[in-house]
Structure formats: structure tokens, C-alpha cells
């Protein structure tokens, strides 16, 4: 598991974008999956989206399934979630997590509150 940092939370009104970003600092993430999770206070941590960087293939059929994209930049540094149409129940704490293992492994582990970043904090908010 690698060491990541998340950014690009802030307040945004109800309808609106945000870009979160996840990167490994001095790491690439070219040989590992990258996913997406979420957790609002009193609320169980929900996944939201992976994508698994050596094959390509994306699991986005999490809480925000048609309103998110997930993409890694070209230099393969960092990992970015595309969040549109924004709900006041989308505020959350977002965190990401890197790892070796495929992405039906990674988010396996959505539960385990230690094995996710510190997050950056999105609240939707008119």
C-alpha cells in the first residue's frame, strides 16, 4: 500500500463540480489500482469509485454511479475523481487508497478506516 494524499475538496453549491486528485508523493501509480471512498459523519464509509492502472478497467458503480468519472493523468502520478450534479448528501470526507491488489480486492477493504488517506472534505452547500 502506498503512502497518498488528497486534494481539491471545497465547498461547492448544489448542482456543481469538483475535481478531487490522489498521488503517492515521488510515487507513480502506473503498477497499481487507485480507489475512491467517502464517509460522512455517523455514516459507514461508502465506495465510490477504482480504477486498477495496469489493466485499465474502472469499477464505478458506487455511490455516485453516473455522476463520477475516474482517471489517472498521463505520467500516471496522479488519480483523478470527476464529481458532477452534486448533492447536499454528497458532503463528505473523501479519501483514496493505492495498492498492488486488483480493485475488487481494494475496495473490499472500504470498511477498514485505516487503510484509506486522511481525505479531503467536499461539502455541498447552497
Known amino acids: 500500500q502506498l503512502h497518498v494524499v488528497e486534494s481539491g475538496g471545497g465547498l461547492v453549491q448544489p448542482g456543481g463540480s469538483l475535481r478531487l486528485s490522489c498521488a503517492a508523493p515521488g510515487k507513480n501509480l502506473g503498477a497499481v489500482a487507485v480507489g475512491w471512498t467517502r464517509q460522512a459523519p455517523g455514516k459507514e464509509r461508502e465506495r465510490i469509485s477504482c480504477i486498477d492502472n495496469p489493466t485499465g478497467a474502472i469499477d464505478d458503480a458506487g455511490s455516485l454511479k453516473g455522476r463520477s468519472t475516474i482517471s489517472t493523468d498521463k505520467s500516471k502520478t496522479t488519480v483523478y475523481l470527476q464529481m458532477n450534479s452534486l448533492k447536499p448528501e454528497d458532503t463528505a470526507l473523501y479519501s483514496c487508497?493505492?495498492?498492488?491488489?486488483?480493485?475488487?480486492?481494494?475496495?473490499?477493504?472500504?470498511?477498514?478506516?485505516?487503510?484509506w488517506g486522511q481525505g479531503t472534505q467536499v461539502t455541498v452547500s447552497s
Open positions: 487508497a493505492a495498492d498492488t491488489v486488483p480493485c475488487a480486492v481494494l475496495m473490499g477493504a472500504t470498511t477498514v478506516d485505516a487503510f
